[in-house]
């Protein structure tokens, strides 16, 4: 009788490869998901976000026992979602009345501006104008009286002569006109306004309801995609995640904190030194802070505008104070709020947000820092194991090798 022939056993090198292949695979066809469906990624992107903020504090609140249970991570979510509108409502109800006063105040001194263009006053504008033209060499003509100089005097000499009356009369003519003839597109552009108000009422509640679920399965979550990496790397998966946390944390959370601290500071200097909109414009700064640098630059151009128009010494103060801000900004709450590991440089910063303006607008430019984070983070990590044990980077001192981190089997 013949024995039976053992079967071949595995080539472990050769199943490893597979799994290899497999999983490879699956993050292919993820990543191509979301290159197909990009257009629709952006809510789920700020679900995921809103999901990352709140996760400390859904974290705290699951801690808290209530008759001897801990509260589900549900009704922690809830509860955070409950103070979100309340402090909505609260923030709407200073923030109405504030700008029904500031922009009854714009409307009564555009009014009050457009009764002071009396042909009388238009004349004593022009002639100070040419006054001030004059001491400085530019010859130019505004007034009736100069212009009337300036026809008799000929080709005798040059004179630029322009009729300020004249110009301003027709430049409100065609101002009139025009919104005469585009009542039709006014009325349109309403509606579209409104409809795109409802639209984003919709969206954000749609974003806070999938950031919900996010919040509630975010373990699960994590689980189920730490299948996706092989055992062998289960070790580095756990460390990039971990680096990535650091430096999103810091450049997410830290954000948003320095945002409220630049809103309310701004704030401050524009009521002691008296400069009007103070509540609007310290509105718009808290908002445009949450884009680095160049969210920074433009809420910082109508501050000191609307100060210059008040006098050049009180619009170089608020300029002096606002870099003030910026210099306790980058001094003292970035190293402290965010963190040394969620530092970039201020180059990958710029890129990014002009890279995610052009990509996905203005909600691109809004994301391009955390997902720069992430990406640095990724390449930061790689480039460190890269490195030989003991590699230290010149004249610095600082070890790049990462001696805490298993290097994985060879292939």
């Not at 909600?363 to 990724?378: K, W």
Request: charged residues 15%; proline residues 5%.
């Amino acid at each position: 009788m013949s024995q039976p022939v053992d079967a071949p056993s595995p080539n472990p090198i050769v199943d490893r490869r597979k799994r290899l292949l497999v999983l490879a695979g699956l993050w292919l066809s993820v990543a191509a998901v979301l290159v197909v469906f990009r257009s629709v990624v952006m809510p789920f992107a700020g679900a995921a976000l809103i999901a990352y903020l709140v996760q400390p504090l859904v974290a705290r609140i699951t801690r808290v026992k209530v008759a001897g249970r801990a509260l589900p991570r549900w009704a922690a979510i809830l509860l955070i979602y409950a103070g979100f509108f309340v402090g909505v409502y609260l923030f709407l109800v200073a923030l109405v009345p504030q700008l029904y006063r500031e922009m009854a105040r714009i409307s009564r001194d555009a009014v009050a501006l457009a009764n002071t263009l009396t042909p009388e006053h238009m004349q004593e504008l022009a002639q100070r104008g040419e006054t001030w033209l004059s001491d400085h060499g530019i010859p130019v003509a505004l007034s009736n009286r100069a212009l009337e100089g300036a026809d008799a005097a000929g080709g005798g000499h040059f004179s630029l002569a322009l009729d300020l009356e004249q110009l301003l009369g027709d430049a409100v003519k065609r101002a009139s006109s025009l919104v005469q003839e585009n009542l039709g597109d006014i009325v349109n552009v309403s509606r579209g306004i409104v409809a795109s108000v409802a639209a984003s009422i919709f969206t954000l509640f749609f974003v806070m309801m999938v950031a919900a679920f996010f919040s509630i399965d975010g373990q699960a979550i994590r689980r189920y995609f730490g299948t996706l990496v092989p055992p062998e790397y289960g070790d580095d998966a756990r460390q990039l995640v971990e680096r990535i946390d650091r430096s999103l944390s810091g450049v997410v959370r830290g954000q948003v904190t320095i945002c409220v601290v630049n809103g309310a500071l701004t704030f401050v200097g524009l009521l002691l030194f008296g400069v009007k909109f103070a509540f609007l414009l310290a509105t718009i700064a808290t908002f445009f802070s949450l884009i680095p640098i160049f969210g920074t630059i433009l809420s910082s151009v109508p501050i000191v505008l609307i100060a210059l128009a008040d006098g050049f010494k009180k619009g170089v103060i608020i300029l002096l104070w606002i870099i003030g801000i910026h210099a306790v900004e980058a001094y003292f709450l970035n190293p402290k709020i965010m963190g040394q590991a969620a530092r970039i440089h201020p180059v990958i910063v710029a890129f990014s947000l002009i890279a995610g303006e052009r990509l996905f607008g203005l909600v691109g430019a809004l994301f391009a820092v955390p997902i720069a984070a992430i990406l640095v983070a990724c390449f930061d990590y790689a480039r460190l194991k890269a490195q030989p044990r003991g590699a230290v980077l010149g004249g610095e001192g600082e070890t790049t090798s990462l001696p805490d981190i298993q290097q994985p089997p060879a292939a």
